[in-house]
Every structure is written in structure tokens, then in C-alpha cells.
């Protein structure tokens, strides 16, 4: 027996230049899970979400090209893993509105960012949802699209994301109770040790602190960078601690434990600060460096990165396809002629269901009757002094039955089936239940 690999799939919003953290922290452990046995890898870039924040059209497709890059020349292979562009699968958004159509606004409401936007508002005196597009406030019905599209198992995130992959499963449940078993509830896969780096001024690497240094920095710049890390005034020839040490802590990330090892020697050993970053940049430089080439190649050539986006979407559509047909037919988005041939089905005794209509008569007074599916009275009342009156013999035939009921029947007329009228009832009974 074959074991079924277990579908893993992430998105990449394609913004900003990745740095040494990103690389460190989401790229490089990505592509080498990427590789495991077993394991089917879906990657995309996350194009559409990118509009929802960036509404320059030459930013959007800059972005996209450096970040598909990126990840090829840091070795994700597409021969494995299917990589593409989410803009290049209609059958994407196509899902996004059939799930919007059963996710309630609820759920969206409660969504962290789309609420964090409305909390500044709030705080700064502004209309709650002033700056906010339907886009920003849908952002988790697309990306459970994302999810869905490909039935993935796992999606690895980070802590942020977490809620987004819980509203795809609540999304995919809503979606299987109303239209049958479509789709593989998805989980959230966080990485608990993810290696953070330290930046350029010791506290974590990150845009918003302006410390990062560029994952493809040309290797003079890179040195550069390297050697305004923020160091303290040790002299050469002073031990100097390894701990909470910025430029050994990068040093780390990079090199093998011998080498570190070696490294902290010479630390104990008195070495000089320009020295422990000359080695550093040595360390980082011989990583980088094939890839920052083969970088550099690919965007020379977007011909050569569209093809293999072309490539992988081929790949994503041969499965996104017999799905997005699959439930369209399900909600109700098929052939006229398939309904017709549906049609007397339809039509049969037993999808119908016997109900009770209340309703006045010109004498003034309140009166019902229930009729079966194919719309035969089963029982009619004489008149009530109230529609209260009614609704509540209503109540008590559901509840109780005919033969319960029997104080009621001076106020109905016989009925000409009680079999079938005690069917009906026990029928709607198990029905409110
Ligand atoms: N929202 C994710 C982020 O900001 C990107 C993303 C979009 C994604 N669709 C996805 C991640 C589907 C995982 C699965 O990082």
C-alpha cells in the first residue's frame, strides 16, 4: 500500500527586499523541508494579497519577480515542489467568493488585522473602517482559498497566521456541511525554534528597525554592513563574551559547530572586533555568494523566472481545475441540461416536507391546516379567537401528536387519514429536534 504524501503549502506575499533574518529564519529551512521524503511542497507568491497593501503596479510586479528569485536562487527546485503564482490560478478567486458565501461576516469581523485596523481608527477618533478596503477585510477568505484549492494538510506559518489557517478550516467545515466532504480541514504548523537573527544594532533583525542587511547586498556592501555592526569597546587582545554577541550569533547561524566552536576560542583569546567581523563576512560571503550570482541571473532574465511561474502554474491548474469543476457543479453551478435531467427528482414526494399554514378567513377568525409534500390536507382546524390561540394547538400537535392531543379534536375537523397525519407529525417533530 502506497502512503499518500502529506500536502504542505505556504504563501509568500511578495513586498519588501528579503534580508540575512529571512533568509535564516523562513528561506533556507523552507527549501530544505522542501527536499524531505514524503513531503508534497506547494509554494506560491501571494500576488493578489500584495494588491491589498501595495497599489503601485511596477512595485507589484518588481516584487514579485525579486521574491521568485529569490527563493529559486536559494534552491527551491521546481521540479519538486510546485511553485507558482497565485494570479496565474483563476480558480483561486473563484473559490474565495464560493467560501464567501457560506463564511459569515462574523468570522471576518474578529480577524486580527482587519480588527486592528478598526481599533486605531477608533482610537485616533476616525470612522471605524475608514482606510479599511474590502480586500484588507476579505484577506482570510482568500488566503483559506489558497489553503483549500489544493486540499494542503499542513501550512506552516507564523505565530500571526495562525488565525488566518483556523478561519480556513471553519470556512472548509461550513463549506463540507452544506455541499458534502470537499475538503481537507487544514492546520497551522508554527515552527517553535524559529532562528531569529540579530540586526546590524543588536536588537532582532527587521525592517521596521532599519538594522537589516540585504539578503544579495553586492559583496562589497555586504561587508560594509557587516563591519558597522554595533560593537562594544573591548580592545583587541581583551576576551570578549560570546553571549548575546551579535556578530557571533550570526556567525553561528552560518557556520558548523566546529566552527563556532573555533570561533569562540579566539573570543576567550582576546580577538580583535574588525577581525571577528572580517571572519564573519568570510563565513556569510561563501554562502551567499553562489546565490547571490545565480540571483543576479535570474534577474537579468525574467523571461527565464516567467517560464518556470508558467511551468508551475500548469502544474497548480491541472489540480485547481477538476476541483473548481467539481464545486461549482456541488452549489448549484452546472449545466441546464444536467438540472433538467434533476429536475423529477426534484419533483418527488420525499424531499418535500409536510407544513402548517396559519392563516385568517373573512369570518375574522384564526384558523390552520397541514398539508403533506405533495400538498393534500392532512388536517384542518375550525376557527381560534386568536392567532395565539392557533399557534399554540400548533405547538401541541407537533409535540404531542394527534392521539395526544385529544382535548384539542372538538376544535379540528376528523381527519381522514390519521395514519398518515400522525407520520406527518412525528416527521416535523424529529425535524425541530
Ligand atoms: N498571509 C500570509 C502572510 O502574510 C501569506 C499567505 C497568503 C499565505 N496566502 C497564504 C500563507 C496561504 C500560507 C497559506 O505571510
Not at 528579503?18 to 535564516?24: A, R, S
Not at 482568500?142 to 483556523?166: C, K, S, T, Y
Not at 481537507?184 to 508554527?190: C, F, G, N, R, S
Not at 467539481?326 to 441546464?336: C, I, W
Request: net charge neutral.
Amino acid at each position: 500500500m502506497s502512503v499518500s504524501p502529506i500536502r504542505v503549502l505556504t504563501g509568500i506575499k511578495p513586498s519588501g527586499t528579503p534580508h540575512l533574518g529571512n533568509y535564516v529564519g523562513a528561506i533556507r529551512p523552507t527549501v530544505r523541508a522542501s527536499r524531505q521524503a514524503g513531503i508534497e511542497s506547494f509554494l506560491f507568491l501571494a500576488d493578489y494579497h500584495a494588491l491589498i497593501s501595495t497599489h503601485d503596479p511596477a512595485r507589484v510586479q518588481r516584487s514579485t519577480l525579486e521574491i521568485a528569485a529569490t527563493w529559486l536562487a536559494c534552491g527551491l527546485d521546481p521540479e519538486r515542489v510546485t511553485f507558482y503564482r497565485q494570479s496565474d490560478i483563476p480558480e483561486i478567486p473563484e473559490l474565495a467568493w464560493l467560501l464567501a458565501c457560506v463564511g459569515g461576516k462574523g468570522l471576518l469581523n474578529r480577524a486580527h488585522a482587519y480588527k486592528a485596523a478598526v481599533d486605531q481608527n477608533t482610537a485616533a477618533g476616525r470612522e471605524p473602517d475608514e482606510g479599511v478596503s474590502v480586500g484588507l477585510f476579505m484577506y482570510p477568505v482568500l488566503m483559506a482559498a489558497d489553503i483549500l484549492m489544493f486540499n494542503a494538510h499542513r501550512v506552516p506559518v507564523g505565530r500571526d497566521q495562525i488565525q488566518h489557517v483556523e478561519m480556513a478550516r471553519d470556512l472548509a467545515a461550513s463549506f463540507n456541511h452544506r455541499y458534502g466532504e470537499h475538503f481537507t480541514l487544514p492546520e497551522a504548523v508554527i515552527d517553535e525554534q524559529v532562528a531569529t537573527l540579530p540586526g546590524l544594532d543588536g536588537r532582532k533583525m527587521s525592517k521596521s528597525y532599519d538594522n537589516v542587511i540585504a539578503l544579495f547586498a553586492p559583496r562589497e556592501q555586504l561587508r560594509r554592513l557587516i563591519m558597522s555592526i554595533v560593537t562594544d569597546s573591548r580592545a583587541p587582545g581583551e576576551p570578549k563574551p560570546v553571549e548575546g554577541n551579535a556578530i557571533f550569533q550570526l556567525y553561528q547561524a552560518f557556520a558548523s559547530p566546529q566552527e563556532a566552536a573555533a570561533l569562540a576560542r579566539d573570543y576567550a583569546a582576546g580577538i580583535a572586533w574588525s577581525e571577528a567581523k572580517e571572519r564573519l563576512f568570510e563565513r556569510i560571503d561563501r554562502e551567499i555568494a553562489p546565490m547571490r550570482a545565480a540571483y543576479d541571473e535570474l534577474m537579468a532574465h525574467p523571461e527565464r523566472v516567467e517560464a518556470i511561474l508558467q511551468a508551475g502554474a500548469a502544474k497548480a491548474r491541472a489540480l485547481a481545475a477538476p476541483l473548481a469543476q467539481r464545486l461549482r457543479r456541488a452549489v448549484g453551478l452546472r449545466p441546464l441540461t444536467e438540472l433538467a435531467a434533476v429536475a423529477p427528482a426534484a419533483a418527488a414526494p420525499k424531499t418535500g416536507r409536510p407544513v402548517f399554514k396559519q392563516y385568517r378567513e373573512a369570518d375574522g377568525r384564526f384558523y390552520f391546516k397541514l398539508t403533506d409534500a405533495r400538498g393534500h390536507v392532512l388536517l384542518q382546524s375550525l376557527g381560534f379567537d386568536s392567532p395565539r390561540a392557533a399557534g399554540q394547538a400548533v405547538a401541541r400537535l407537533k409535540a404531542e401528536g394527534w392521539a395526544g392531543c385529544a382535548d384539542l379534536h372538538p376544535l379540528l375537523q376528523p381527519p381522514t387519514d390519521v395514519a398518515a397525519l400522525e407520520a406527518a407529525l412525528a416527521s416535523l417533530r424529529a425535524a425541530d429536534d
